[in-house]
């Protein structure tokens, strides 16, 4: 399973970016789905999840109010809604694929990652 980030960037303090992942396979509607996020110098970190069907989302504390995760079945693509982000969002933002049904928080819970696509929040 390939996946493929779109729609990073560079954005001011304040701003919406909207991240999109479409996945090769159609197992896409089968299993759970995450964003995660990796700042320099830092771990990469969970910042939102989604159950198989849409019905459960999951969000870190510190972008939870401002991020909103969402799937499309038709179009086999998951979103990530990112609004009045801060400097602290700059990092490269990952999506994956869980081999679970039900929303999970840890890298190890999912085997299928994309490339990674770069936001970057600054004035």
């Known amino acids: 399973v390939q996946l493929v980030e779109s729609g990073g960037g560079l954005v001011q303090p304040g701003g919406s970016l909207r991240l999109s992942c479409a996945p090769s396979?159609?197992?896409?509607?089968?299993?759970?789905m995450g964003w995660f996020r990796q700042a320099p110098g830092k771990e990469r970190e969970f910042v939102a999840g989604i159950s198989w069907n849409g019905d459960n989302t999951r969000y870190a504390d510190s972008v939870k109010g401002r991020f909103t995760i969402s799937r499309d079945k038709a179009k086999h693509t998951l979103y990530l809604e990112m609004n009045s982000l801060k400097p602290e969002d700059t990092a490269v933002y990952y999506c994956?694929?869980?081999?679970?049904?039900?929303?999970?928080?840890?890298?190890?819970?999912?085997?299928?990652w994309g490339q990674g696509t770069q936001v970057t929040v600054s004035s």
């Open positions: 396979e159609r197992t896409f509607s089968t299993y759970a």
């Open positions: 994956a694929q869980s081999f679970h049904v039900v929303v999970v928080l840890t890298m190890d819970e999912y085997d299928f």
